[in-house]
């Protein structure tokens, strides 16, 4: 159980271009996705949090307008990248919140988008 | 401001071996701890959870936390090749969101 699935796995993609991520919780209704990125060999960074119904929640110095985030079911967030060029080449990750009786919240992480901007 | 610390490594032992990666906190409300498993180029694998003091065993893993010292720690008993990795801890300090904060995370090398 507890799988998250994202898509695509990779992308290439022209500078000034959208890339649309989707996120989806296979197995269990996620309250809360959370989207990360992470730059080689360094350390996940949150990006912004979002929860089903609701606008996203970023983190500071993560530009909203730039990072379009949906939440649009229990199972199903989306990340837009508008207007991407080289410096947002990145790993993308999602990951799920699941709550259940007996869980604490525990979060499992998408396999990972890895986006090249050219 | 929230922090996760970690030995950076990286962690070289031999293969049989017992490694043992550490983590330490700042916030002292902190409610549960994580470990991840983050294979090059692949994205972090939940291996360990825990949330009361005290050792918590799954298979060759031994997460133990020590809220007092704010310390939690992950044994990986006999350790195999294929156990290396960088390892995260997380730390979630409640709030409405439960978000994480992560470790900068611990390279291990297994060697055969």
């Known amino acids: 159980g507890a799988v998250v699935s994202q898509h695509p796995s990779r992308v290439i993609c022209k500078s000034g271009t959208s890339v649309k991520i989707e996120c989806r919780s296979l197995d269990f209704q996620a309250t809360t996705m959370f989207w990360y990125r992470q730059f080689p060999k360094q350390s996940l960074m949150l990006m912004a949090t979002?929860?089903?119904?609701?606008?996203?929640?970023?983190e500071q110095g993560v530009e909203k307008d730039k990072f379009l985030i949906n939440h649009a079911s229990l199972t199903l967030s989306t990340l837009t990248v508008t207007s991407a060029h080289p410096e947002d080449s990145s790993f993308y990750i999602c990951?799920?919140?699941?709550?259940?009786?007996?869980?604490?919240?525990?979060?499992?992480f998408g396999p990972g988008t890895r986006l090249t901007v050219l | 401001q929230k922090e996760v610390e970690q030995n950076s490594g990286p962690l070289s032992v031999p293969e049989g071996a017992i490694a043992s990666l550490n983590c330490t906190y700042s916030?002292?409300?902190?409610?549960?701890f994580f470990w991840y498993r983050q294979y090059s180029g692949k994205s972090p694998e939940l291996i360990m959870s825990i949330y009361s003091n005290g050792d918590k065993e799954d298979g060759r893993f031994t997460a133990q936390l020590n809220k007092a010292s704010q310390y939690v720690s992950l044994l990986i008993r006999d350790s195999q090749p294929s156990d290396s990795a960088t390892y995260l801890c997380a730390v979630n300090s409640g709030g409405s969101n439960y978000k994480l904060t992560f470790g900068k995370g611990t390279l291990l090398t297994v060697n055969p």
């Open positions: 990951s799920a919140r699941e709550q259940l009786a007996g869980n604490y919240n525990e979060q499992f």
């Open positions: 979002s929860n089903e119904g609701s606008k996203a929640t970023y």
């Open positions: 916030d002292r409300v902190s409610q549960s």
